[in-house]
């Protein structure tokens, strides 16, 4: 049985790899290395799931197996949000989670995220350790422990009230447009929100296994027609949307416009840092976008940088004492919350940006650019074997590069997770090897859409792809 973990949880096709045999063989491993870890009492773990096709019946199975090997298990009676299972985490005093979830990929896919007692992502060495237990033939060393069911829902949405001024949110006037994508976020946007001047309008919150319409539950732009039309025709205040578990965003401003993943990134560092007026380290992925330096830069606070996949965020902003974490691909965590990303509170602490600046968000982007310069991103992703891809890139790692690349001076390389090269002006290039999907990736941000293009032309031709 070939389970591997990458950057965020193990992923595989259901009824081929990712069986009911497969789930509990991990479920037994999580719990050997819970008893490792944890031998004064009894573990205790959550179990949470999202809208994904038998979710439920997968998540019954990997708590049975838990509790058969002597671990407590809280198990969700209703599908919710990945963060809000980490909230759960945390509320509970456990000492871990288990999710059935497989984020953005398509329909056939499943998969499971571990994350730990502060709610994060499991960090690489706590899954290897999982991987290193599959199949192992030892006792657990527990008696078998009850499943409880809980529905943590309620005390998710008090967390959220809390981090964000939702009255003042909510007396705003505002008119949201949330698509839920069909998955797990779905109805709580509105619980949040309705009840007040402010009105929530929801789409795609059915629960449909299939997403129709889309590859997969990923809030990128090409998923987001029907968003910005909705948005644009309606004339809202903002659209957001949530991928299949609901820890990462998609935006949409007033106009209908899509507005990156970088370009978001950007705008909450801007917020936590001059309408909070907090203090402290950012934590951001060998993805993450130079917009962030250059505002951390303004503000005197220092920018930490990581391999790329959110445990290893969540890692630097617990041991840093981050105020603020966030990656390419739309996740966001604030140290005020929880170390893993959580999409509701990201569209929450947006709406309140936008309520006390008084302006709409192009307004805000548009201030954004006045200040740190126009910044543009592109990623591109290569269909190649992970052998392949890996290759590639080690192929890369011992090339030697020329002084100018695009045109441009080459500052640095640097190897921290697959091969970026920074130039003179902040711009950047990034090639590495996706850790979820059979993909070499290639990312570019610079000043200008023609230099973006330039860049991955430039790392394509290098690579011969």
């Known amino acids: 049985m070939a389970i591997q973990f990458g950057t965020d949880g193990w992923r595989a096709v259901i009824a081929d790899e990712f069986t009911f ?10 719990a050997l290395m819970l008893h490792e870890q944890v031998t004064e009492r009894r573990p205790q773990v959550v179990v949470g799931y999202d809208r994904r096709f038998a979710s439920d019946a997968f998540a019954r199975a990997a708590a049975e197996t838990l509790a058969a090997a002597g671990v407590s298990v809280h198990l969700a009676r209703r599908p919710l949000p990945t963060p809000a299972i980490s909230w759960a985490t945390v509320a509970l005093g456990a000492d871990g989670a288990l999710v059935i979830t497989a984020s953005h990929n398509p329909p056939l896919y499943n998969g499971i995220k571990l994350k730990t007692a502060a709610g994060a992502s499991a960090p690489p060495a706590l899954v290897r350790r999982v991987e290193a237990l599959l199949g192992a033939d030892r006792e657990t060393g527990g008696t078998a422990a009850p499943v409880v069911e809980i529905d943590p829902t309620d005390d998710y949405l008090a967390g959220l009230r809390a981090a ?21 976020a779905a109805g709580l946007l509105p619980l949040l929100l309705n009840g007040d001047a402010t009105e929530t309008i929801e789409i795609n919150a059915a629960h449909n296994p299939l997403f129709p319409g889309l590859k997969g539950p990923e809030p990128v732009e090409r998923n987001l027609a029907r968003l910005k039309k909705v948005v644009a025709d309606g004339g809202a205040t903002l659209g957001v949307a949530f991928d299949g578990d609901g820890d990462r965003i998609g935006v949409v401003d007033e106009r209908g416009e899509y507005v990156s993943t970088q370009h978001v990134f950007g705008l909450l560092a801007r917020y936590v840092l001059e309408v909070r007026k907090t203090r402290g380290p950012i934590v951001k992925s060998v993805t993450g976008s130079a917009m962030v330096d250059r505002l951390a830069e303004r503000a005197g606070v220092p920018v930490v940088e990581t391999a790329t996949g959110f445990s290893r965020i969540a890692e630097a902003m617990q041991e840093e004492g981050a105020m603020l974490g966030g ?14 990303r959580d999409g509701l509170l990201a569209a929450l602490l947006l709406l309140d940006y936008l309520v006390q600046s008084g302006k709409p968000l192009s307004a805000l982007l548009a201030e954004m650019e006045a200040a740190i310069g126009p910044w543009h991103y592109r990623r591109v992703d290569v269909p190649l074997a992970p052998e392949v891809a890996a290759k590639v890139v080690a192929q890369v790692q011992a090339s030697e590069w020329p002084s100018r690349i695009a045109g441009m001076p080459l500052a640095g390389v640097r ?16 090639l590495r090897p996706s850790g979820t999907e059979p993909l070499l990736r290639l990312y570019a941000e610079a000043h200008s859409p023609d230099d973006v293009d330039a860049l991955l032309a430039a790392g394509r031709e290098f690579l011969g792809i």
Do not use: C, Q
């Open 21 to 30: 045999a497969s789930v509990r063989a991990v479920a037994r491993a999580y």
């Open 164 to 184: 964000v001024n939702l009255p003042r949110i909510l007396s705003a006037g505002l008119t949201v447009v949330a698509d839920a994508m069909f998955g797990a």
């Open 327 to 340: 990656e390419e691909s739309g996740g966001y965590a604030f140290g005020f919350h929880l170390p893993e």
């Open 415 to 430: 190897d921290i997770d697959g091969v970026k090269l920074e130039f003179e002006d902040g711009s950047w290039l990034l």
